[in-house]
């Protein structure tokens, strides 16, 4: 069980139970069903792992969990939580995101990157996109599939939706908009490190402006979507798998805005398939900032290059 | 004229002249335009891989052969078998594969994993894109790029559409829809090797159902698409890539299942292109499962981590 | 300065600042906008290796300049070049693309590759695909999307439509299509190295017979679109990444005729954001292609396998 929560707590990098409890008090929040799927999702993704014979550190520090919580709670957000044939793709999904999490854990380890949440990214891609071709697992029968559109300018963010966003961006990385959910999932990242609290709230701050300055009308800042990949990335790059310094938090505000700017890119380019961006940006440029790292000496990493079987590079190691 | 047999047939894995005979008649049934193409395929395949000199054992097993094979079928399926511009293309991708195939095995051979048919799908991937742009080589005229559109339910599948099904699965690994066909094509795999053919049994078995399970309508189940990258999955991981036990064969059957689920998710992905899955599926999810394997020690390869420049990754070798 | 010179010319990959003063008068002639814009983005990617740390030898030899130069140039393009928007877009994305640089360096250093210009298409297409969902940034408001169409015939290219290509195919590759803006580039190339001038030529009048022979429209040929991933195709496989022969002028000629074709698959991939290939073209097709060099021995690299580390392998060292 211990385990279990720390799984969800691995969502935003931390092997803390308690932090794992909070969360699922948030999604419980937002609705029991969330948290019930996030916690049954992560105990599947971990029970797999552990069938498969996997590495015991890798399990016990939740680093096999976190991938299967956002893809359980994905299917339910996608396909609707109170189908039976939702609770049968995200089990079957849980399964498969373990295999997924090995092949990307070996890819990645050549260059000693972390997977991040990229095993749930293509996972829930494959789902977004096979959906809407499976009579059984689409009850919606609407049309998905549209050609990106330009978006037109709208009036400036207000005092609300800038304090509704900073809140949002947060909740937003397990799907949730409600400001209060976000909050729920703040003070759990506060109670595992108070840093990492920190540097959420940095990468929140960011996005928002970044999004702000770039025209993203009002109405979207404030449902947290253009921000919370902002969120993990600041995390991500100040603290958690570079050491926390002023260069690093430099290049982890750098990161955060790129983020923010690349979540319309990478909506266009799935737009096709529903526009589902999950958390492509925070992968694609947490993945980007971290390869490129090594080259910048002014950026330190933890460990002197760590080979990758010994080590746990998807975040802290279990106490 | 063994060489190029065999890699007709190692297009199944099978590095065996008596499969590529059999396979050969099987495409001469579909329409001797296909066998001629097949066969013309895998010997530029070859040949340019002599030329360029290419290590003889790969080229002996037929190793550089069956992805020209198939590069060359697909040229005449998607731009009409008859017509001067197509055969023109088709020699030509057979070169650029042979190439391609150098790149994707060294790329991959880092992680001791085997080329299958990326080569393939990126070349006929490049064409199907390409193809509507040049005027000489699109013949058709006609719109093929879609917009993904979500699948109605239809008719429950019954016995006829099944064991069409079951056959049409191993055909269309050759794009060919025809049951009797796909027959003599599974014959040729008994004919090498029954474990394997008793595979091929199994992945169209897991296709055919898994695709019933997720309400793909009969006709399509039928004509044998939904199917025919689970056949070629669970033969890869029970038996040709890891060592066939009951691990290894619930891995295929996971496998297989996970590539019929995938299909429409390639299928939506490349619509706007006109919606050619190839087999995508099958390389994508095979590279993802052989890539975990070494995660889970109930999995074992077939042989202590070789290096990849004096074994054929791709395949059996040559007796 | 000097450096910043030499940055401009390593986009032809020639480390001579003489050729980078003669691409900044063919801008100059194309505009002086596009003059200050490739100079100013070329410094500022620069700048930002330097800060960062970057190792010395990479940065005076031009090679943290060139991917920078055509990130600002393509913002110039894509966005206009006289709004406030584009200049604050422009300057980001050269800092930007210097991480992606330090990344892909890495990433493609496992197999000795060099970059190309994959950070630049990289970030080019990311601003292309976000451009259209940031008001701010998006002056048109027109649709940009769209889906591939098919291609009518149109009138065989005349002579003055070959003599145009010739040199737009030079100029294209950085976004200019005016033959005599292509004439000083190919001049400037010349000044730097004879052998790399007429390779140039053989990649220009390749990608113009092979998009003739496909029949790609008179009016398209002579912008120049169709071959300028020909252009630095030729070039970079024969003499600049291999060592210049018989052998290698055959795969090189190969090569662009690949890149040629491979243009409008990658304008098709890209069309749902406005279809922009950028040089896509050029660097998968010379990725593949010097990927699968060493397994042909008739090929020969330049350096017996160069550790990443102390090489420059994105073009020749400074002098």
Redesign the interface.
């Known amino acids: 069980m211990t385990t279990v929560l720390k799984g969800q707590a691995q969502v935003d990098f931390m092997p803390s139970a308690l932090t794992g409890v909070l969360f699922s008090v948030a999604l419980f929040l937002a609705g029991w069903e969330y948290a019930l799927y996030g916690l049954a999702g992560t105990a599947v993704g971990t029970a797999t792992a552990h069938l498969?014979?996997?590495?015991r550190g890798r399990i016990a520090a939740g680093l096999e969990g976190f991938n299967a919580c956002l893809v359980a709670l994905g299917s339910a957000v996608l396909l609707g939580p109170d189908r039976p044939a939702t609770v049968v793709v995200a089990l079957?999904a849980c399964?498969?995101v373990t295999?997924?999490?090995?092949?990307v854990?070996?890819?990645l380890g050549?260059?000693a990157l972390p997977t991040l949440t990229l095993p749930f990214c293509l996972t829930a891609?494959?789902?977004a996109?096979?959906a809407?071709?499976?009579?059984?697992?689409?009850p919606?029968?609407?049309?998905?599939?549209?050609?990106?559109?330009?978006?037109?300018?709208?009036a400036a963010p207000d005092l609300t939706d800038l304090w509704h966003a900073f809140f949002a961006n947060v909740g937003q990385i397990f799907f949730m908009p409600q400001w209060y959910v976000g909050l729920v999932f703040l003070v759990g990242i506060f109670a595992a490190d108070r840093r990492a609290g920190a540097l959420a709230c940095v990468g929140s701050v960011t996005g928002t402006l970044t999004a702000w300055?770039?025209?993203?009308?009002a109405d979207q800042i404030a449902s947290g979507v253009p921000g919370y990949n902002s969120v993990l990335v600041a995390m991500a790059l100040c603290g958690v798998f570079l050491i926390a310094d002023r260069w690093s938090l430099a290049y982890a505000v750098?990161g955060s805005?790129?983020a923010t700017?690349?979540?319309?890119?990478?909506?266009?380019?799935f737009?096709?398939?529903g526009g589902h961006a999950f958390t492509w940006p925070f992968v694609l440029v947490t993945?980007?900032?971290?390869?490129?790292?090594?080259?910048?000496?002014?950026?330190r990493t933890p460990l002197p290059a760590p080979a990758p079987s010994d080590t746990h590079p998807d975040g802290a190691a279990a106490p």
């Open positions: 498969l014979g996997v590495e079957v399964v498969l295999v997924v999490t090995g092949a854990a070996r890819v050549t260059w891609t494959g789902i996109l096979a809407p071709g499976l009579p059984r697992v689409w919606h029968g609407a049309e998905v599939a549209a050609l990106p559109r330009p978006v037109g300018g709208g300055a770039l025209g993203v009308p750098l805005a790129a700017a690349a979540t319309p890119a990478l909506g266009s380019f737009a096709p398939s993945l980007l900032f971290l390869a490129a790292a090594p080259a910048f000496p002014r950026l």
